[in-house]
């Protein structure tokens, strides 16, 4: 008989993945804040909880996606109130010294903390299309495998803990430049004169395709912006971190520099919006001479 396994966090990421569990035939006991996020997955067959603590009692395995470094420290410090769970798979984008802090909060009270960044959209996570960057105790990875198959269609151990989280770091910079280059190359598209859907099919079967110009692409053709895969909020969460990491160590970033303006920007309007949203700014630009 598969393990229950607890989810954190019933947002974009975090049902996607309670879902993919559900499909493999895992039991999943989630909590979110929301009692609207509770509902749908009480709805999608899943067993709801009222707190952290209650999904740490029932669950020996915990999968954690949380918005905020406070949400982290504080699902912890609930979390080792339980004499389970024996390990916590924490997929959130969020600073190293803060997930740390907490790995030695559950250290202490004999949980396992491993570091598992997800790369990939909420469209990608609900068809079970991303990559895990685990990191930590290789004995737990291990525990972990059939679990991380049931949500991800691949997973690497790359180190210890907190290599994870540097894994993503370095994916997500390229993830901003890259969205901000299929919105440029669409905006030349379009004032060259080219049918944007059209060019769109054919440039992403070529040399110059990316995985945000396939994912985002359609979204900045549209003009529509508001299903949001990731959004201006959150995502200016991710900025942050991938800047005072590159500080912190001594990384030269230009190109992910010039793209943190055209985010701001795109935010002011609509920070509930999705990242394309980037298209709207580089539409509305001027080409300086």
């Known amino acids: 008989m598969k393990p229950r396994v607890g989810v954190i966090g019933l947002g974009i990421m975090g049902s996607a993945m309670a879902a993919n569990l559900m499909r493999a035939g895992y039991r999943v006991v989630g909590y979110d804040v929301l009692e609207k996020r509770r509902r749908d997955h009480r709805r999608s067959g899943g067993d709801v909880v009222l707190t952290c603590r209650d999904v740490g009692t029932r669950a020996g395995i915990v999968i954690c996606s949380l918005p905020s470094s406070e ?9 080792v109130q339980t004499a389970r769970p024996h390990i916590v798979i924490e997929t959130s984008t969020l600073p190293i010294d803060v997930k740390q802090a907490a790995r030695k909060r559950f250290a202490a009270h004999g949980t396992t ?53 540097k894994t993503k770091i370095v994916a997500n910079l390229l993830v901003a430049i890259h969205n901000v280059a299929a ?51 959150i995502w200016r969460k991710d ?19 010039r793209t943190a303006p055209i985010y701001t920007a795109a935010g002011r309007r609509d920070g509930s919006e999705d990242t394309a949203a980037v298209y709207r700014v580089l539409e509305s630009s001027k080409r300086k001479a």
């Open 71 to 79: 949400a982290l420290l504080q699902t912890a410090s609930e979390l």
């Open 113 to 165: 903390l491993l570091d598992c960044p997800l790369s990939g959209t909420g469209s990608q996570a609900r068809s079970r299309d991303i990559v895990v960057y685990a990191s930590g105790d290789r004995r737990s990875y291990r525990a972990i495998t059939p679990v991380l198959n049931a949500i991800a269609r691949a997973h690497y151990h790359v180190g210890p803990f907190g290599a994870g989280t």
């Open 183 to 233: 919105g440029e190359a669409l905006v030349l598209a379009r004032k060259a004169g080219l049918d944007p859907k059209a060019t769109l099919k054919v440039i992403a079967d070529g040399a110059g395709s990316s995985r945000m110009l396939q994912v985002r692409g359609p979204m900045m053709v549209k003009g529509d912006y508001s299903k949001a895969l990731m959004k201006l909020d």
């Open 239 to 257: 900025m942050k971190i991938i800047a005072d990491f590159a500080r912190e160590v001594g990384a030269p970033t230009p190109l992910f520099d």
